[in-house]
C-alpha cells in the first residue's frame, strides 16, 4: 500500500510568487488534513476535506491559502502571494474514516526568501 | 479548549537507559491523546494513542504511555533505549470533541540517545 506522497519535498520561493503543494493521499482514504509547522513553532492543523468536501478550514492562515481537493483524490495548497512568515513544513495527513489512525506524508519544506 | 504541553524541548539519555517523555494536557471534555514520532526527513508516525479506555497503553517499538487524569499527564516512557529511537516525538490532543483527524500537537521533544 502506497503512503501519503507530498510533492515537492522542498520549495524555495521569492516573497510574492506563487507555490502550489500537492498531496496524494492514501487510496480510498476520504479524509484529507493539512498541517503546517513554522520553524520553532508546534505543527498546526490547517484544513479538513471529506472528500472533496472542506469540513473544517479554521485552521487556514488568511485568504492567501487556497486548498482544493477536486474529485476527492489528491489535494493541492496554493499559497498566493507567498510572504517570509509562511515559511515551514507543510504535511498531508489522511484517514479511512473520520476516527481512523492518521497517516502523514514526509511533508513539503517551504522556504520562502 | 484543549491544548498540550511537552515539557522539554530536547531530552538525552545514554543507550539501555530509561526514556520519559513529558506531556500534559487540558481538556474540558474527555481527551483522546496520542504521541507521534517523527524520524529524520520522514513525516510523522503513530506510536500509540488513548482513547478512553485502559489507561496504559501500549505502542510500537516498546514505548508506552499511562493516562493520568488527576495529573493531566500522559507521559511517554520505554524501559531501555535504543539509538535507533532518536527521533523527534510529538504528543497531540484532538481538538474538539470526539475522535476526530483534528489534532493539537505540542511543541515536540527531541529525543537524543547517546553511546
Known amino acids: 500500500e502506497a503512503g501519503v506522497t507530498q510533492f515537492p519535498s522542498h520549495s524555495v520561493i521569492e516573497k510574492g510568487q506563487t507555490v502550489t503543494l500537492r498531496c496524494d493521499p492514501i487510496?480510498?482514504?476520504?479524509?484529507l488534513y493539512w498541517y503546517r509547522r513554522v520553524m520553532g513553532k508546534e505543527i498546526k492543523f490547517l484544513l479538513h476535506f471529506v472528500k472533496e468536501s472542506k469540513q473544517d478550514e479554521s485552521g487556514m492562515p488568511n485568504n492567501r491559502f487556497l486548498a482544493e481537493r477536486t474529485g476527492g483524490t489528491y489535494s493541492t495548497l496554493k499559497v498566493q502571494p507567498a510572504e517570509l512568515e509562511d515559511s515551514g513544513v507543510y504535511f498531508c495527513?489522511?484517514?479511512?474514516?473520520?476516527?481512523?489512525?492518521?497517516?502523514f506524508g514526509n511533508g513539503t519544506r517551504l522556504t520562502v526568501t | 479548549a484543549q491544548s498540550v504541553t511537552q515539557l522539554g524541548s530536547h531530552v538525552s539519555v545514554s543507550e539501555g537507559a530509561l526514556v520519559l517523555l513529558r506531556c500534559n494536557y487540558s481538556?474540558?471534555?474527555?481527551?483522546?491523546l496520542f504521541w507521534y514520532v517523527q524520524y529524520p526527513n520522514q513525516g510523522l508516525q503513530l506510536l500509540l494513542k488513548y482513547t478512553s479506555a485502559a489507561t496504559l497503553v501500549k505502542g510500537i517499538n516498546g514505548f508506552e504511555a499511562e493516562f493520568k487524569k488527576s495529573e493531566t499527564s500522559f507521559h511517554l516512557t520505554k524501559p531501555s533505549a535504543h539509538m535507533s529511537d532518536a527521533a523527534e516525538y510529538f504528543c497531540?490532543?484532538?481538538?474538539?470533541?470526539?475522535?476526530?483527524?483534528?489534532?493539537?500537537f505540542g511543541q515536540g521533544t527531541t529525543l537524543q540517545v547517546k553511546p
Open positions: 497531540a490532543v484532538v481538538k474538539g470533541f470526539g475522535n476526530t483527524g483534528k489534532l493539537i
Open positions: 481538556s474540558s471534555v474527555p481527551p483522546y
Open positions: 487510496s480510498g482514504h476520504d479524509n
Open positions: 495527513a489522511s484517514s479511512q474514516a473520520h476516527n481512523s489512525p492518521l497517516h
